[in-house]
C-alpha cells in the first residue's frame, strides 16, 4: 500500500510496482493508470489477486495476478523507472531491498504488514518500517481523483498488460471510435443478458500506448444508442461512462445506468470498409456453440492486442 504523506497531491500515474525473487528475476507487477492522483493522505492499496493472494475488506485501487516470493523483494518506480523505495527479505537482491533487508517468514499465512515510521526514511527497511498484526490496509477508491482536466481512462490502461484488468470492479470513463456493435442479448432459459448487447470502442488512431501486451479496444456493453439504434454509433468519436468487469474470461465495460454515449464527432475512415464478420465461438462445457455477426467499420492498422475482440456469451 502506497500513501502520500505529503501535504499537496501527487501525479502517480505510470508508477510501477517492480517485484523480484531472490535470484533477481524481475518483472513489472503493477502499473497505476495514467492520470492518477493520489490526494495528500491519501493511501493507495496495490493488492495480489492471486490463489493465496489478497484477502482483506478493503478493495485494491489496483491488482497484480503474479505474486512476489517470500525470499524477494518490491521496488517503487516512478514512470520514468528512477527507484523510489524499496523493501525486500534479507534474501532479496541488494537493488530490492534497502540496507540488510527484513527477516521476513519463509512459510505460512500470516497476516502481517510493514508500515513506514512517520517521518522516518533513512533507506534502512529496519529502521524504517514497524511490523504490525494483523494488517489493515486501506484504499483510496472515490477519494482518488484525476489530474485537472483529465477524466478519461485510456482504454489500454482499463485493459492492462495481464489476464484481467487491473481496474475492475471500478467505473472509468473512456473515449474512442465505436468500430462495431452486438444486437443480441445473451438469454438461457430462465432470463436474458442485455449487458451482451452493447458496442466495440476502438483507440484513437495516434492514442495508443508502446506496450504491445494491453489492448486498444473494448466491448461495452448496455449501449442503445440513439433512438435505439446502435448501428448509428458506428465511426463516431464518444465518451462513455460504466463500471470494469471480467466476464467470460474477458474486460469489458457496463455502461452506467441512466447514461448513453456521448457523441464527440466523426471519426477519419482509413479505408471506409464496413462489413460483416462471422465469428465462431466455442462455450464453456454444457452449453452449446453458435456463430454470430459482428458489424464493423475498419479504421485502418491497429496494434495487435493480446485478447480476441469476440464475446463469449450464454446459450
Known sequence: ????????????????????????????????????????????????????????????DLTYATGITDTGGIQLRRADDTVEHAVGSTQAPAAYREGVGLALPTSGNADRSHARDAGADTDDNVADLTATSPSTPTACGEDCATAPGSGVTPIHDVQGPGAASPMAGREVTIEGVVTGIDDEDGANFERTFPEDAGVFVQTVPGDEDADPSTSEGIFVGYVDGPGGDRSALVGKKVRIVGQVKEKFGLTMIAEKIGTEPVVLGDALRATGARGVVRATITITAGETRRTHDVKATILGPRKASKRTSAKARRA
Request: net charge positive.
Open 1 to 60: 500500500m502506497l500513501r502520500n504523506t505529503g501535504s499537496s497531491a501527487v501525479a502517480i500515474g505510470g508508477w510501477k510496482i517492480q517485484g523480484s525473487n531472490s535470484a533477481g528475476t524481475n518483472s513489472a507487477r503493477a502499473t497505476v493508470p495514467a492520470a492518477v492522483s493520489l490526494p495528500a493522505g491519501a493511501p493507495y492499496l496495490v493488492a495480489n489477486t492471486a490463489a493465496n493472494g489478497y484477502s482483506g475488506s478493503a478493495t485494491p
